[in-house]
Antibody, heavy 121, light 110 residues
Framework: EVQLVESGGGLVQPGGSLRLSCAAS????????MSWVRQAPGKGLEWVST????????YYADSVKGRFTIFGDNSKHTVYLQMKSLRAEDTAVYYC??????????????WGQGTLVTVSS | QSVLTQPPSASGTPGQRVTISCSGS????????VYWYQQLPGTAPKLLIY???QWPSGVPDRFSGSKSGTSASLAISGLRSEDEADYYC???????????FGGGTKLTVL
């Protein structure tokens, strides 16, 4: 059974930094791309970032490009999202998602339970 | 502008068939596969339909997806109370170079 467990969320001041973690199990971690998708309170879903299985290629939504970094550790079966220069509009539940690549496109077939990030002074 | 448009709400009675629409453009639905996600209250999203009309393991065939041109739809037949949830369509968007979600449709089972 696929399990994705996020952690690291919390309250942070505007301009601050936070690192989210997603521990994966139940599948061959090194064979899959991984992504982060967020959901602002009462709002819809927004793709944030994806890292390919190789770990070499990563992709970002324009809203976070240059501020967020995704990286993985195959030895720990964990993917991370390093967030800096946080803004109020980054407040959201952040979901980790196992990602299926189809050609150069991808979609999300398993999701974690999410971790809440609140950016506020 | 890259947008997938869904009705904010839909409703039906138990046993009924309901349909949720998702309207896009040539840069997303018109040129890429559509995916549907179900988000039950207070839980994480779950993949419901992939590649327009395929079911992941464990998803009942009461749920079906279709796509035509730049629009897609999700149909739910034999509606049940446990189908009450938010439903999101998604598709790759060429302009964004990334996945794009619709705004979501809240389904109420009356």
């Amino acid at each position: 059974e696929v399990q994705l467990v996020e952690s690291g969320g919390g309250l942070v001041q505007p301009g601050g930094s936070l690192r989210l973690s997603c521990a994966a199990s139940g599948f061959t971690f090194s064979s899959y791309a991984m992504s982060w998708v967020r959901q602002a309170p009462g709002k819809g879903l927004e793709w944030v970032s994806t890292i390919r299985a190789s770990g070499i290629s990563s992709y970002y939504a324009d809203s976070v490009k240059g501020r967020f970094t995704i990286f993985g550790d195959n030895s720990k079966h964990t993917v991370y999202l390093q967030m800096k220069s946080l803004r109020a509009e980054d407040t959201a539940v952040y979901y980790c998602a196992k990602t299926v690549v189809v050609g150069q496109r991808y979609y999300f077939d398993d999701w974690g339970q999410g971790t809440l990030v609140t950016v506020s002074s | 502008q890259s947008v997938l448009t869904q009705p904010p709400s839909a409703s039906g009675t138990p046993g009924q068939r309901v349909t949720i629409s998702c309207s896009g453009s040539s840069s997303n639905i018109g040129s890429n596969d559509v995916y549907w996600y179900q988000q039950l209250p207070g839980t994480a999203p779950k993949l419901l339909i992939y590649r327009n009309n395929q079911w992941p393991s464990g998803v009942p065939d009461r749920f079906s997806g279709s796509k035509s041109g730049t629009s897609a739809s999700l149909a739910i037949s034999g509606l049940r109370s446990e189908d009450e949830a938010d439903y999101y369509c998604a598709a790759w968007d060429e302009s964004l170079s990334g996945p794009l979600f619709g705004g979501g449709t809240k389904l109420t089972v009356l």
